[in-house]
């Protein structure tokens, strides 16, 4: 890992332990344990590596001895931690502390040791194509579910189409899309959104997920289950590709997917068959996000919306860490609600968007055994909305939807969760032609 990873290295050897970090984790003010601070979290790892790795560590056994109790703090402490990075954001030296996590993840995982919630997903993802375990036929049924529902909502039919060779997009959306739920009526959007405009697009059955539970892993699974994506577009020979509402996918696609498994040289950079916009940001990878395409449409007024379709919501938006901590992408998901409904309310407004707090799921937290911390951890977040008053969550973040599904409904909140897709595909007037048209 030292010698693969110089940043591991650069963040170990950085840290003066200021302890601006202390009270930014949510898991550590929910939990108020010492060992839950970031930088007491990382010295775990530091103190082995001081041990081990330096000259004085060595001279002097100076350092923490490896031994089996300190694993085990280290599988409890480096699965406490969701790699929001939100700490980051605070620290006056820039030290990231989910690489160090994810270092000690690779540790861990070369031990055998992690999550069976994880490592089943991981292995769904590989072998079937996505973390749901949704195997083709029945990927297929849910894709004529959600045409025979968008028939019945709007009065039009529509045909989404699968494994289509010379689209000129591929969409990739996370799989829970497929699933039901908080995540339905966003896929459904999506559809909706894609044949007002007549898009050219295709899905794929191999490429059906977007997420990649293998960051929260291995580097090695983190690269084989990126993998696919490039591939599938090669074989299918589209243009470009289009994510869906995915957090932690772009964690993969902007810090990882473009030298790990590029360059894709047989892609175009993303460019909007419909307003001509070139989107430059994904010039390195060939992926856009599907807000940013949504928000490029809007702005060029090619879309026909009927915003008093969501007048039964007051909508609010809750940033994702990944999407806002690793892209930026802030302003999009709002600029599409505010122009998709009348009632648009912001979430803590006083607060920067890139340090917004995490949904205490991600990082493979997302499973029964955390649930008692992650409840405690969301409570911050949960006072936020409730000062709101609003009845619709939306995000574009397939594991924020499923938690905060079941957090809104632990505190008895009357609010829906979704998507900003969601909202918009609400809005979209299907039964004219469309703008392009």
Request: aromatic share 10%.
């Amino acid at each position: 890992i030292l010698k693969e990873c110089r940043s591991v290295k650069l963040y170990l050897d950085l840290c003066v332990h200021c302890g601006a970090c202390t009270d930014k984790c949510p898991y550590f003010i929910a939990t108020r344990d010492p060992y839950n601070m970031p930088v007491a979290r990382q010295d775990i790892l530091r103190g082995i590596y001081k041990r081990y790795f330096t000259l004085e560590g060595r001279l002097f056994n100076d350092g923490i001895e490896l031994t089996e109790e300190i694993v085990r703090d280290m599988y409890i402490y480096y699965y406490q931690c969701s790699m929001c990075r939100r700490c980051a954001v605070f620290c006056p030296y820039g030290i990231d502390t989910a690489e160090i996590t994810m270092a000690a993840r690779e540790i861990l995982a070369t031990l055998g040791l992690a999550p069976k919630s994880l490592t089943e997903s991981i292995a769904k993802c590989e072998y079937v194509g996505n973390h749901m375990g949704i195997p083709p036929l029945a990927l297929l049924s849910a894709i004529e579910l959600a045409e025979e529902e968008i028939k019945e909502e709007t009065g039009v039919s529509v045909k989404i189409p699968i494994n289509k060779k010379g689209a000129e997009i591929l969409y990739v959306p996370p799989s829970a899309d497929f699933f039901g739920g908080p995540h339905w009526g966003t896929f459904k959007g999506a559809i909706k959104l894609f044949h007002h405009i007549g898009l050219d697009y295709t899905l794929s059955t191999r490429a059906s997920e977007g997420g990649n539970f293998g960051t929260w892993f291995t580097y090695e699974h983190m690269k084989k289950i990126n993998k696919k994506i490039y591939e599938e577009a090669k074989r299918l020979k589209v243009k470009w590709i289009l994510g869906g509402e995915c957090g932690h996918m772009y964690r993969v696609v902007h810090a990882f997917m473009a030298t790990m498994n590029g360059p894709a040289d047989f892609l175009e950079i993303p460019t909007s068959p419909i307003t001509g916009t070139k989107f430059m940001n994904a010039a390195a990878n060939k992926m856009l996000h599907i807000c940013e395409f949504e928000a490029d449409l809007i702005k060029h007024n090619k879309l026909d919306l009927d915003i008093s379709r969501n007048d039964q919501y007051t909508v609010t938006f809750s940033d994702s860490c990944n999407p806002a901590r690793v892209m930026g992408l802030i302003e999009e998901p709002r600029y599409v609600l505010r122009h998709s409904c009348r009632n648009y309310v912001e979430l803590d407004p006083n607060v920067n968007k890139e340090k917004t707090v995490c949904c205490t799921a991600g990082g493979g937290l997302l499973t029964d055994e955390t649930l008692e911390l992650r409840l405690k951890a969301i409570k911050p977040k949960i006072d936020a909305i409730k000062a709101t008053g609003a009845n619709f969550i939306a995000f574009i973040c397939a594991i924020d939807k499923a938690a905060y599904d079941t957090y809104l409904r632990y505190y008895k909140i009357p609010a829906q969760v979704g998507g900003v897709t969601e909202i918009l595909g609400n809005a979209i007037v299907l039964d004219r032609d469309s703008t392009k048209k």
